[in-house]
């Protein structure tokens, strides 16, 4: 597979080394155009016909659709919209009322806290003593029993890459009378996926990541076929109605995944996700993880060798790991404004992990050396010792 043909499909600023795809992937150059004729053919001239006309309506379910082949999810199971923060709290909301002789929601304490916040706001409206557990990630499987209603992971730990076995995982919640909720934020348009095939019951992501469909890109939620006709919306929005313009004063689900919509989707958002997700008509998803996973593998060793004051805390077995690489390191802080000041951008994450995203679609071998060569000079001659490096910024 030659990825020279996806890399010209983005825009990189001349001279960078981008190693950030896990928290916001670069700009697909359709992106633009995309946008720019949204704007000015169908906003602008159209105004609200667009929505008939220009197949606004539709387009939750119809990018959805494109998101689930990535995903291994039927047509008809995947809808867009909001915000992943907004998505989980609606599938483990549906999933509890699912269960509702159960109290615990089990997930790992590697989660990312906004997963978990949410969780514990849902928790606190309900007001019916359930519980949000914590474990060890490893210690999940062992820690199902007949109290847990929901089963909450996220696929890829957004902080050392960490995998989890999504079909085992799910056979095991299942096992034990729960359901499950995958976060797939850091896997979706990085590793292949197979939802159905491992039975999951929900699942939910972002597009800004490994998808590059720009910051603030709405978000999937995914129900099992076999789920959606019984799913209670929580987020009982009018766009999830079966009538919407009936405008009815109750409440009436829609028949399909549909009911899963809250409210008017953000559709200039959409012409970035559509443009992004026509990169993913010229590769398939498996030869990105084979690729991903060589390049993942070169860029550990050369910073292994280069860098011994830093401590791969990824999985070093590929098969266990997504796509970003972590290093510890004491001054990981400094050392990354540092990096990033000389072009090669990854990102910071509390207490002192790098972190390095790493996709093929638009990085070769010989930025990762290079980005391996620059972090050695850093490192090994303290250049990250400077003030202005240990200046926190809100966004790390
Ligand atoms: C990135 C990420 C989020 C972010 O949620 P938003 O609502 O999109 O800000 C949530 N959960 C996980 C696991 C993530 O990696």
Known sequence: MDFTRTRSLFHLPEGMIYLDGSSLGPLPLAARERTL???????????????????????PARLGDRIGRLIGAPAGTVVMGDTL???????????????????????DHGNFPSDLYM????????????ELRLVAPEEVASALDEHVAVLMLTEVDY?????????PLTEAAHAAGALTVWDLAHSAGALPIDLSGAGADFAVGCTYKFLNAGPGAPAFIYVAPEHIGH??????????????????????SGPGIERMRVGTPPIIAFAALEAALDVWDEVSISDVRVRSIELAELF???????????????????????????????H???????????????????????????????LDAGDLVRAAETLEEIVNGRLWDRPRYRERRAVT
Request: proline residues 5%.
């Open 37 to 59: 004729r949204l704007l000015s053919d169908e906003w602008g001239e159209m105004l609200i016909r667009g929505w008939n006309d220009a197949g606004w309506m539709d387009a």
């Open 300 to 330: 550990i060793a050369e910073v292994e060798k280069r860098c011994p004051a830093l401590e791969l805390v990824s999985p070093r077995s590929a098969e266990n790991r997504g796509s970003q690489v972590s290093f510890r390191f004491e």
């Open 159 to 167: 902080r050392t890459g960490r995998k989890h076995d999504m079909a």
């Open 231 to 252: 799913v209670r919306p929580a987020l009982s929005g009018w766009l999830g109605h079966e009538a919407p313009f009936a405008f009815d004063l109750d409440y009436r």
């Open 119 to 130: 969780v514990d706001g849902l928790l606190r409206s309900l007001f019916r003593g359930h």
């Open 85 to 107: 923060s907004i998505k989980v709290y609606q599938a483990v909301a549906a999933a509890l009322e699912m269960r509702p002789e159960r109290r615990v929601i089990l997930s």
């Open 332 to 362: 990981a802080y400094p050392a990354m404004q540092a990096l990033i000041d000389r072009g090669v951008i990854g990102d910071f994450r509390a207490p002192d992990v790098m972190r390095f995203g790493i996709t093929p679609l638009y």
